[in-house]
């Protein structure tokens, strides 16, 4: 008999977690509190209760040929980066497409997960729901929970005393919806996440004055990279991952801090990040909106009068109105604290999917990372890993190899990004996807494709790493997987080019790509070199002779 799986959320994790139990056949059942799917991308004017919110003008920071789910590319005439509206259109046609529908219990909520008393042998959950004020409990053998981490806003007190001294109005940027009621304010935006630099732009356009007040500072980088295309398609690439992989951590760093201040240099603007190897907020006009001084950026607030604050550097501004985009702690209301141990929002799950701890791997939480990337394709492969687990197809390694692991990669994660609460869940994107793909055997074998498909090899390394890339191999294999990555360009070109003079000639090839593989064949020729000259006579990193058959041949068994 089928396993079953509750899911608890019918947002763009809880979908793909749908969709993965039906192709790994097991039987899920998603619970879903309110009535409609999408989660955060389903705007409502007003806030909800437990309900992630989002304000009227949000539109994707990552691009669409970027945060597809893997097999399902978003149809070409969509924009580049979406309005909410649109993703949520987009998650309905996924919806559809897969019949996912037919899985979920609308208006049904999750109030308590329960191990049940067998758990220690069969890993079993008591799931409590309830529905039009019904309770409930239903056994499942297995749970991912997908309910989003953005629903409890963090506005602690003791980091802004006196704000009770003021007399003008404050809220959390979960409860900014549009910018109406902001005309001819003064206002004040805390922070500077996505949240931050999106509120104060939009304000800036109305408001008498915003001031936005940061006490790190952020690299900001414009949704726009040369030429025009995407930055996330133009920056996340394997090559340039690996090349940092390669460089000692210092230089990588260097490296990052140029790109990063290449538009404009942030201490000139006030945005300099305090933490250098800080994740980018993307913002196409804060830059321009400080220089035409609607936006000044200022310290951090020390306090509060009934009329102004007062800033660190001493400077005092009078306001009006005081918008916190101080970000939002993770919670897990329905389960208890010693399955999930919370410490200012850090979590020990293995990978960031699964408690480590548990007798049995039969809980998995999704989206519980944030990667410097696309989101929807980094839960997808999350859903496809524990549903794989849950089925039996896949194993976790030992509790001790998963403690290693997460001390490692701690350990990594502080000297990149550094521990606070709003770095914590940080992960580089390609470097996190490689990893749980190659759990369940979904890594791109690069050498193998470049042997034998070298124009799709080409792509794959040296283009954009588009979620497609998780479907050319292993279980789930997509047979359009290779036609989507060759066609990527066109799905990103084809919604802006609306007056066509001349048709250009697309190459595969660009001299920038044959500058960057001559460079990096010179320097394999020239450690070869330096390998054979070497005392020992013996190279490390490539095997003594093997002839190109034998690497071949190696390359089908063991993916890069
Ligand atoms: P966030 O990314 O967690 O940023 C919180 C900000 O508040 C940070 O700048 C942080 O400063 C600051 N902060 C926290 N505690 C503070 C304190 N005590 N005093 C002063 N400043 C404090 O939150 P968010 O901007 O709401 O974003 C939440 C998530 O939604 C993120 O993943 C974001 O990328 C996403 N998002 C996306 C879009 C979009 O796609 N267009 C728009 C909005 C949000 P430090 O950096 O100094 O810690």
């Not at 995407?230 to 951590?249: A, E, F, G, H, V």
């Not at 039996?392 to 994660?413: F, H, R, T």
């Amino acid at each position: 008999m089928s396993k079953r799986v509750a899911i608890i959320g019918a947002g763009c994790s809880g979908l793909s977690a749908i969709k993965c139990c039906v192709e790994e056949g097991l039987k899920p059942t998603c619970f879903e509190q309110s009535d409609g799917i999408g989660g955060l991308w389903r705007f409502t004017e007003t806030v909800e209760e437990d309900r992630a919110s989002i304000y009227k003008s949000v539109f994707t920071n990552t691009s669409k040929e970027m945060m597809c789910y893997s097999d399902f590319p978003m149809p070409e005439d969509f924009p580049v980066y979406l309005h909410h509206s649109k993703i949520l259109e987009y998650l309905h046609l996924y919806a559809e497409h897969f019949n996912l529908l037919q899985y979920i219990q609308f208006q049904t909520k999750v109030c308590n997960v329960k191990q049940h008393q067998d758990f220690a042998t069969t890993g079993k959950w008591n799931i409590e729901k309830e529905n039009g004020g019904k309770r409930g409990v239903d056994v499942f053998d297995a749970v991912i929970v997908c309910n989003g981490h953005y629903n409890d806003p963090y506005l602690p007190s003791d980091c802004f005393p006196g704000l009770e001294n003021f007399k003008g109005s404050h809220i959390h940027s979960r409860f900014y919806k549009t910018s109406d009621e902001y005309r001819g304010k003064t206002v004040v935006v805390v922070g500077t996440g996505n949240s931050a630099g999106d509120i104060s732009v939009e304000l800036s356009h109305i408001a008498k004055q915003v001031y936005l007040s940061t006490r790190h500072g952020s690299w900001v980088v414009s949704r726009i990279s040369r030429g025009g295309f995407p930055i996330d398609m133009t920056m996340s690439r394997r090559y340039t991952m690996w090349i940092k992989n390669l460089l000692p951590r210092m230089l990588a760093a260097k490296i990052n801090e140029k790109i990063m201040s290449s538009w404009f240099h942030h201490s000139n603007f006030g945005l300099e990040p305090k933490f250098r190897l800080k994740h980018p907020i993307v913002n196409d006009y804060l830059p321009s909106q400080i220089l035409q001084g609607s936006i000044v950026v200022k310290p951090k607030i020390t306090s509060f009068s009934d009329t102004s604050v007062i800033f660190e550097d001493g400077s005092v501004a009078d306001v009006d109105e005081i918008i916190f985009a101080t970000g939002y702690s993770t919670m897990y209301p329905f389960l208890d604290d010693d399955i999930i141990k919370l410490n200012n929002n850090d979590v020990s799950l293995y990978k960031y999917v699964f408690p480590i701890y548990l007798e049995k791997p039969t809980l998995a939480f999704l989206g519980l990372v944030q990667p410097l990337g696309p989101i929807m394709p980094t839960v997808e492969l999350q859903a496809r890993w524990a549903t794989r687990v849950f089925s039996g197809a896949a194993q976790l390694p030992s509790v001790k190899k998963m403690e290693n692991y997460c001390l490692k990669s701690k350990d990594i994660k502080n000297k990149w990004f550094g521990l606070g609460r709003t770095q914590v869940l940080q992960t580089h994107y390609i470097d996190y996807i490689n990893d749980v793909s190659k759990e369940i055997g979904v890594h791109p074998n690069m050498i193998f494709i470049f042997l034998t498909d070298p124009r799709l090899a080409w792509q794959v390394f040296f283009g954009p790493c588009t979620p497609y890339q998780l479907r050319l191999n292993g279980p789930g294999k997509w047979s359009g997987a290779r036609k989507a990555i060759l066609t990527q360009w066109e799905r990103t070109i084809k919604p802006t080019r609306t007056r066509v003079l001349h048709e250009c000639p697309e190459s595969w090839i660009n001299i920038r790509s044959v500058l960057v593989i001559g460079s990096l064949l010179a320097a394999i020729w020239l450690l070869r070199a330096r390998c054979n000259a070497g005392p020992s006579g013996h190279c490390p990193w490539t095997t003594n002779g093997a002839s190109w058959t034998k690497i071949f041949s190696m390359a089908r068994t063991n993916p890069m």
